[in-house]
Nanobody
């Protein structure tokens, strides 16, 4: 299984970015998919996740600003990030869980997001 994340970059506070993650090498329609992030000096945290049925979860810090979605036909998970804040600066990783489980199994390499004030 490979996960390829893209879409990161340097933006200003208030801007938007859209992260994409393309998965390959397996079946993903029956797996949770999600986005984590890790800021310098901090632990990796779950930002958002989406179940095979489309149920979503968001960290409190991003609720109302970020939207996760998935395209099962393309084996992709997207993260639309609006109203970005400097505290959103981090490396963002996409992940997929074990089928029919909430245990995360595979991780992408990450894409860096930097938000300037």
């Amino acid at each position: 299984v490979q996960l390829q994340a893209s879409g990161g970059g340097l933006v200003r506070a208030g801007d938007s970015l859209r992260l994409s993650c393309a998965a390959s090498g397996g079946t993903f329609s029956n797996r949770r998919m999600g986005w984590f992030r890790q800021a310098p000096g901090k632990e990796r945290e779950l930002v958002a996740r989406i179940t095979p049925g489309g149920s979503t979860y968001y960290a409190d810090s991003v609720k109302g600003r970020f939207t996760i979605s998935r395209d099962n036909a393309k084996n992709a998970v997207l993260l639309q990030m609006n109203s970005l804040k400097p505290e959103d600066t981090a490396v963002y990783y996409c992940a997929v869980a074990i089928a029919y489980s909430n245990q995360w199994q595979y991780w992408g390499r990450g894409t860096e997001v930097t938000v300037s004030s």
